[in-house]
C-alpha cells in the first residue's frame, strides 16, 4: 500500500496531482487512493452499535473519524422530519391533494447527509427525489412542494438558497453543478458543490460527461450516488457491471467512496471528509450511497411487479432512523424529552403541509407569460392579450 | 468601455471579414465583463476550427478561454451552471449537427430556467452554432438546425447576415439576460465589407446608449432589416439565404421586376411588423430559408403573412426551401439549396395575371 519511488516510476496515467497529492497524505498510493475501500464504509450497525474499528470496512488512507454528538443529534432530528415529511406527503398524494411524490423514504440519511455536509457558500444539485435534502438546506417546506402539488414548477429561489431547481431529466443536474463550480473558481470563491444521483442516472451520458470535466478541470465537486437499487423498476444489475458505482471514479481520475447510505454518521464522516478536501484543491469525488427505497418509485408505480417482500422487509431491518436513535438513546444523548420535542417539530412540519395542501392554490394564469423572456416577444404578448380576454370572458359568464 | 479598442489587432483594417467580426465582438465583450467566458471545443490554443475565437486565450487567460473536453452536453450543461453561479458563458458548438448532443441540456434546462424559477434564475448564455450549407461540407456539416431552437420557447435565435450585424449582435446577445441561440451562416465567414471596427464599436455603444433599461438593450438588435427596397414582390429571408435573395433581386431587376428583400436578423424574437409592412406594400411575397420546409421557420412565416396580410395579397405565398431531405452529400448540395433560379421561378409563379397562373406543378 505504501508508496515506493519504484511504483511510482512504473505509472503510466496522466498526471492527477491533486489526487497525488491527497494519496500521498494518507500515505498510500494513487490507485489505493481513487480506488473504493473493499465493501463500504459504516460506522454504526443496524443495531445502533458502534462497530469496531476493524469492522468499519475501512482500509489504510480510508479511516473515518466517528461525527461528534452534537452534529448527529442535529443531523437526527432532520431524520425525524424528514420521514416525517415522506410519509405525509405519501398520503397526501393518496388522498388526492397532492399530484405526485416520489418519496425517500428509507433513504433520508443519505438525504439529510447530502445537506448538512455543505456550508451556506456550498451549493446543491438536487433532484426530484432529493425534497428532504432541500428541506434540510433549509428551503421552507410549502415552497419545495410547489412543483408536486403542480401550481409551478420550481417553488423556491435556487440562487438565494444555493440550491438548484430539482432536476427531473435524469442526471442533466450533474453538469449544472461542475458548471456552477467553475464559476465559483473564477470569481476566487471556495464553494464545494454537490450533485445528487440515482444508481439509474449514472447509466446516463451526462454522468460521464462531468465526471470527465470535473476531473479534468480539478474542479471541488461531489458526486453523490444514491444507489437505492432500482431505477423505476430496473434493478442495478442492469445499469451496470462494475464492481460498484463508486469504482467508476477511478477511470476518471477521481476519488470513488462506497458507504453505508442508511447509517447516518457514516454518510456525515464521509461526505465530511469529502467536502474539506474539496474545498483544499483535493477534488471532485464519487461517494456510492448503499441503500434502498422502501416505497414504490411514485404512485404511479406498482413496485410488487418487479421485488419481493422479503427484500424489502430485510431493508426494513436497516432502517436509518431506527439505527441512529438506538445509536443516541444509548449513548445518552437522546432522551424522551428531546425525542418529544423533536416529534413536534416534525409533526408541526407535516401539520403544516396538510393544511397548505388542503387550500386550493391561487393561480395566476397571464403569469405563464411573465417569466419566458426578459421582454415579451410580441407573439407572447398577444397570446397573453388573448387568455385575458378568455378570462375576462368567463368571469363575466360565472 | 475604453479598452474595447484596444482588444484586437484588426482595427485599422477597413476591410472586415464576418469571421473577423465575430472574433471582434467576442474579444470586446471580453473586455468589458470579466464574467463572460467563452469554452467549447478547440476553441483555445487553435482559436476554432472557423478562427472565430482566435486570440482569446492569449489575450484574456485560459480561465476566460479554453478548451473544453469534447462533449457537447457537457459544455452546454456546465454552461447552465456557470450561469447559476454568475458567469456570461458563450459556449460554441463547433457545427450545427454536432449540437444534436447538447439538445437536452438546451431545450431541457437552458431554455426553460427562468420560466420554471419564475424568474429568479435567468441563464445569460450564448450558443454560437455555425450552420448552414453551401461550402461542400461532409456529412453532418451542413444542417440548418434553427427551426429545433425557433420551436423551444425560452430560446432567442439570432442569425446575422452581414458583417456589420455580426459585431453588433453577438455582443448584444452576450448581454442580454436570455439565451441566445447565436446561429452563425458558415458560408458568410469569409464574406468581407468595407467598414472598419471602430466604426463599428462606435456605432455599437452608440446605440447601446439610447436604449434606456439593459432589458431593452437586448431587443434593440431584434429588427429585420429591409436589405433592398423595392415595390413588386417581397423576399423575405434570414442568414445565409440573404445573399442568394439579394443576387435574385438583382437578376430580377434586369427583368424588370421591383424586388424588396427582408432580412429577418432575428428568429425570435420576430419582427412581424416589419414583415407585413413590406409585404402590404408589394402584395406579393416569398419565403427563402434553406432547411427542409416542413414545419420550419419558413412554414411559421407564411401562416403569419397569409393571417396578417391577407387583404394586401394579389397571390398567395410561396416558399423556397431545401428539399425534406436529409442533407447531400457536398457534390449534389446545389440541387438542394435555395438558388436564385428558384427564387426567380417562385417570383414567376406568384399570379402577375390571369394568364400566368399555375401551380407549384406546374399544371394550371
Ligand atoms: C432523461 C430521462 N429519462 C427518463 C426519465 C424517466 N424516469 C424518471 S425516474 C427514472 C428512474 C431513475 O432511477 P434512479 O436514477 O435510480 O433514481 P431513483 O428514482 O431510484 O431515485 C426514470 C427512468 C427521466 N426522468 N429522465
Excluded at chain 2, 436529409?326 to 427564387?343: G, Q, S, T
Amino acid at each position: 500500500m505504501r508508496v515506493t519511488a519504484e511504483q511510482d516510476a512504473d505509472r503510466t496515467t496522466t498526471e492527477v496531482p491533486w489526487a497525488e497529492q491527497s494519496a500521498q497524505s494518507f500515505g498510500i498510493t494513487i490507485e489505493d487512493y481513487l480506488l473504493p475501500t473493499h465493501g463500504r464504509i459504516q460506522l454504526i450497525s443496524p443495531e445502533g452499535a458502534l462497530l469496531p474499528v476493524e469492522e468499519q470496512g475501512s482500509t489504510p488512507g480510508h479511516e473515518y473519524p466517528m461525527p461528534d454528538h452534537e452534529t448527529l443529534l442535529n443531523a437526527y432530528r432532520q431524520l425525524v422530519i424528514g420521514r416525517r415529511v415522506n410519509d405525509q406527503n405519501h398520503a397526501l398524494v393518496r388522498q388526492g391533494r397532492m399530484a405526485v411524490y416520489p418519496s425517500s423514504h428509507g433513504q433520508e440519511a443519505s438525504e439529510v447527509a447530502a445537506a448538512l455536509c455543505l456550508d451556506a457558500r456550498d451549493w446543491l444539485f438536487p433532484t426530484y427525489r432529493d425534497t428532504v435534502a432541500v428541506l434540510a438546506r433549509g428551503v421552507a417546506p410549502l415552497d419545495v412542494m410547489t412543483s408536486f402539488r403542480g401550481d409551478w414548477h420550481c417553488g423556491y429561489d435556487p440562487i438565494e438558497h444555493r440550491t438548484a431547481a430539482q432536476s427531473t431529466p435524469l442526471t442533466t443536474q450533474l453538469l449544472h453543478a461542475v458548471g456552477l463550480a467553475q464559476a465559483a473558481r473564477l470569481k476566487g470563491e471556495d464553494t464545494v458543490v454537490l450533485g445528487m444521483v440515482g444508481d439509474g442516472g449514472t447509466s446516463e451520458g451526462d454522468f460521464h460527461e462531468a465526471l470527465n470535466f470535473a476531473a479534468v478541470f480539478k474542479l471541488p465537486v461531489i458526486f453523490f450516488v444514491q444507489n437505492n437499487k432500482y431505477a423505476i423498476s430496473v434493478p442495478i444489475a442492469k445499469q451496470t457491471a462494475a464492481p460498484s458505482i463508486a469504482h467508476k471514479a477511478v477511470g476518471y481520475g477521481v476519488a470513488g467512496e462506497r458507504v453505508d447510505g442508511n447509517d447516518l454518521a457514516a454518510l456525515l464522516a464521509v461526505l465530511g471528509r469529502a467536502v474539506s478536501l474539496c474545498r483544499e484543491g483535493g477534488g471532485p469525488f464519487l461517494v456510492e450511497a448503499d441503500t434502498y427505497r422502501m416505497q414504490a418509485h411514485t404512485n404511479a408505480d406498482d413496485a410488487t411487479r418487479y421485488r419481493h417482500d422479503e427484500e424489502v422487509a430485510e431493508w426494513q431491518h436497516k432502517d436509518p432512523l431506527k439505527r441512529m436513535r438506538s445509536y443516541l438513546t444509548e449513548a445518552n444523548v437522546l432522551n424522551d424529552d428531546v425525542e418529544t420535542e423533536i416529534t413536534e417539530a416534525a409533526e408541526n412540519v407535516a401539520r403544516g403541509l396538510r393544511e397548505a395542501m388542503s387550500v386550493q392554490p391561487e393561480l395566476h394564469p397571464l403569469e405563464l407569460f411573465d417569466h419566458v423572456y426578459t421582454v415579451q416577444t410580441p407573439q407572447l404578448a398577444a397570446q397573453r392579450a388573448q387568455l385575458a380576454e378568455e378570462l375576462e370572458r368567463e368571469g363575466a359568464g360565472s | 468601455m475604453s479598452t474595447a479598442t484596444t482588444t484586437t489587432k484588426s482595427t485599422k483594417q477597413s476591410t472586415v471579414t464576418f469571421a473577423a467580426a465575430l472574433n471582434a465582438a467576442l474579444a470586446d465583450e471580453m473586455a468589458d465583463n470579466d464574467m463572460v467566458v467563452v469554452c467549447g471545443e478547440d476553441v483555445g490554443t487553435l482559436g476554432g476550427v472557423f478562427r472565430i475565437t482566435e486570440g482569446l486565450t492569449q489575450q484574456f487567460g485560459e480561465s476566460r478561454c479554453f478548451d473544453t473536453p469534447l462533449a457537447e452536453s457537457g459544455i452546454a450543461g456546465t454552461a447552465v451552471g456557470m450561469a447559476l453561479g454568475g458567469a456570461r458563458p458563450v459556449i460554441e458548438m463547433q457545427f450545427d449537427a454536432f449540437a444534436y448532443p447538447a439538445f437536452e441540456q438546451i431545450a431541457s434546462h437552458i431554455a426553460k430556467m427562468r420560466n420554471r424559477t419564475k424568474g429568479r434564475a435567468p441563464l445569460p448564455i450564448t450558443i454560437r452554432v455555425p450552420y448552414g450549407g453551401g461550402i461542400g461540407g461532409v456529412e453532418h456539416h451542413c444542417d440548418s438546425s434553427e427551426s429545433y431552437y425557433a420551436h423551444t420557447p425560452g430560446l432567442k435565435v439570432y442569425t446575422p447576415a452581414t458583417v456589420s450585424d455580426a459585431y453588433l449582435m453577438l455582443r448584444a446577445a452576450i448581454r442580454l439576460d436570455d439565451p441566445v441561440v447565436f446561429m452563425e451562416p458558415k458560408k458568410l465567414y469569409w464574406t468581407k465589407s468595407e467598414v472598419s471596427l471602430e466604426e463599428l464599436r462606435a456605432e455599437f455603444e452608440a446605440r447601446w446608449a439610447k436604449v434606456e433599461s439593459a432589458r431593452d438593450q437586448g431587443e434593440a438588435w431584434a429588427r429585420a432589416s429591409v436589405a433592398r427596397t423595392g415595390d413588386d414582390v417581397t423576399l423575405v429571408t434570414y442568414g445565409p439565404s440573404v445573399v442568394t435573395c439579394l443576387a435574385a433581386a438583382e437578376a430580377a431587376a434586369q427583368e424588370g421586376r421591383s424586388v424588396e428583400v427582408v432580412d429577418l436578423r432575428t428568429i425570435n424574437p420576430l419582427d412581424e411588423d416589419t414583415v407585413a409592412a413590406s409585404v402590404e406594400k408589394t402584395g406579393r411575397a416569398v419565403v427563402v430559408a434553406e432547411p427542409q420546409g416542413f414545419a420550419s421557420v419558413a412554414s411559421e412565416l407564411v401562416a403569419r403573412i397569409q393571417q396578417r396580410c391577407f387583404h394586401s395579397l394579389a397571390a398567395p405565398v410561396l416558399r423556397v426551401t431545401g428539399f425534406d431531405i436529409p442533407y447531400p452529400a457536398p457534390m449534389l448540395e446545389k440541387y438542394h439549396l435555395p438558388n436564385v433560379d428558384r427564387i426567380l421561378d417562385a417570383i414567376d409563379d406568384l399570379q402577375w395575371d390571369e394568364t400566368a397562373l399555375r401551380s407549384p406543378e406546374g399544371v394550371r
